[in-house]
């Protein structure tokens, strides 16, 4: 009988720990860094700072705006179309990131450029 409990332990053994890893491993990449940008995929500094908190639709897209930051989802159209609407709405723009990299110095240009 004894010999019977250590064969299933030995047999079960491994499967319990690979359980445990499986979910110790989904815990670990299912929970974003920072809750609060985790759907973000544009990052903006504005010149300014917004009066308060505001949240703005520019298109299909939420736009999340507090100090002198703003971030959003991504968008279809090409990054300096997105700064242009978005320096139209809130105002001058230092610097408009994705995770492809930053605007260069001359389409931030265009963006604070008014049209009209």
């Known amino acids: 009988m004894i010999a019977t409990r250590k064969t299933l332990f030995a047999q079960l053994f491994p499967a319990v720990l690979a359980i445990a ?37 520019l298109g299909d897209v939420l736009w999340s705006c507090a100090g002198d930051s703003c971030s959003a989802a991504q968008d279809t159209a090409r990054p300096v179309v997105i700064c242009t609407k978005l320096a139209a709405k809130v105002g001058q723009i230092s610097r408009f990131a994705t995770p492809k990299g930053e605007l260069a110095a001359e389409d931030i240009a265009r963006c604070n450029t008014p049209k009209g």
Do not use: E
Not at 32 to 51: E, H, I, K, Q
């Open 21 to 57: 890893g499986t979910a110790a491993t989904f815990a670990v990449t299912a929970t974003p860094v920072r809750a609060a940008d985790a759907n973000a995929f544009y990052s903006v500094t504005l010149a300014a700072p917004v009066a308060k908190p505001a949240k703005l639709m």
